[in-house]
């Protein structure tokens, strides 16, 4: 499956901004959707995972209250909805897909695919 994510930019603390990841080849119905994102120099971090058959979503303390996943199985396309973002929140977020187990979900390691990612960055 070949993911595509988009919607990354500059916004203030405080805004929002909408990441959209779209899967193309195979449907992403057969797959857990995460959310990862990496700063420079930094491992990538789990943000969040909904499962194939809309299980969870699961997030990351980090982001828990903040960010919101959704996922449109007719647009095979999920969906990272970020508010109230933070200057730490500045990172390249990824989309994965994985069949791993459910509890595993937040290990970026166990996923078979990622799209390219795409940059966000919060001023103060």
């Known amino acids: 499956v070949q993911l595509q994510a988009f919607g990354g930019g500059l916004v203030q603390t405080g805004g929002s901004l909408r990441l959209s990841c779209t899967a193309s080849?195979?449907?992403?119905?057969?797959?857990?959707m995460g959310w990862f994102r990496q700063a420079p120099e930094q491992g990538r971090q789990f943000v969040g995972v909904?499962?194939?058959?809309?299980?969870?979503?699961y997030y990351a303390d980090s982001v828990r209250g903040r960010f919101t996943i959704t996922k449109d199985n007719a647009k095979n396309t999920v969906y990272l909805q970020m508010d109230s973002v933070k200057p730490e929140d500045t990172a390249t977020y990824y989309c994965?897909?994985?069949?791993?187990?459910?509890?595993?979900?937040?290990?970026?390691?166990?996923?078979?695919?990622w799209g390219q990612g795409t940059q966000v960055t919060v001023s103060s």
């Open positions: 909904i499962g194939r058959t809309g299980s969870g979503p």
């Open positions: 080849g195979r449907s992403f119905r057969n797959y857990h």
């Open positions: 994965g897909a994985t069949n791993t187990a459910w509890g595993t979900t937040h290990l970026a390691e166990q996923y078979d695919y």
